[in-house]
């Protein structure tokens, strides 16, 4: 069963502009992961935070995470057409090592040149 | 440094049939995680292994199973073949006290 419930399920935007994505979630995480998947193919991991850290950054990307609410947001700054791609977040479990990963059905988001 | 691979790309396989699908980890990940991803439903766990061994399931019936290889490898195995089996099947490796996991590019299984 899904954990993760992205938010929206798709966005369009033009490129240069950006874009936010949010991921809800049911139960404690020890971390929450962000994935790009282009087209079909495998998952780029792009960004892991623990649960006792607020804010990452990384490159264009921007992670948020706030556990009282039991959500995260992706921000990519000055959006670019090879953005194209679904995102997916991921929780892991609070057990330790690791713990398989709960993955959200994604957000689909198009940069239109 | 070489990601994980998969093969084959593509199968295709008639409803009834076994299917094998292969996954070779990133060198030094001992952990590799089976993913099913079908259409509109997201990505479903499948099976964990770590260090030749089981660690975990998801709901998938026992027709899915699999095994880890000394060399850490790995295979999955779907007998009894149903259409609903068709989907990309994504392995994913990592180190075994990590929570990031590597991806490969996936075995797209269609059973007609």
């Known amino acids: 069963s899904q954990q993760g419930e992205e938010d929206p399920q798709a966005l369009s935007i033009q490129e240069g502009e950006n874009a936010t994505m949010n991921c809800s979630y049911k139960?404690?995480?020890?971390?929450l992961q962000w994935y790009r998947q282009n087209s079909g193919r495998g998952l780029v991991h792009l960004i892991l935070?623990?649960?006792?850290?607020r804010e990452k950054h990384s490159g264009r990307l921007r992670v948020t995470l706030d556990t009282s609410k039991k959500s995260s947001s992706l921000l990519i700054t000055a959006s670019r057409a090879a953005d194209t791609a679904s995102y997916f977040c991921a929780t892991g479990g609070t057990q330790g090592g690791s713990e398989k990963l709960v993955f959200g059905k994604g957000t689909k988001l198009t940069v239109n040149p | 440094e070489a990601g994980v691979t998969q093969s084959p790309t593509h199968l295709i396989k008639t409803r009834g049939q076994q299917a094998t699908l292969r996954c070779s980890p990133i060198?030094?990940?001992?952990?590799v995680y089976w993913y099913q991803q079908a259409l509109g439903l997201g990505l479903q766990f499948l099976l964990w292994y770590d260090e030749g061994e089981e660690r975990n399931r998801g709901n998938f019936p026992p027709r899915f199973s699999g095994r880890q290889f000394p060399n850490y490898s790995s295979e999955l195995n779907v007998n009894a073949l149903e259409l609903e089996d068709s989907a990309l099947y994504l392995c994913?490796?990592?180190?075994?006290?990590?929570?990031?996991?590597?991806f490969g590019p996936g075995t797209r299984l269609t059973v007609t």
């Open positions: 994913a490796s990592s180190f075994s006290d990590s929570y990031e996991q590597y």
């Open positions: 935070i623990r649960s006792n850290e």
């Open positions: 139960t404690s995480i020890n971390n």
């Open positions: 060198s030094g990940h001992t952990s």
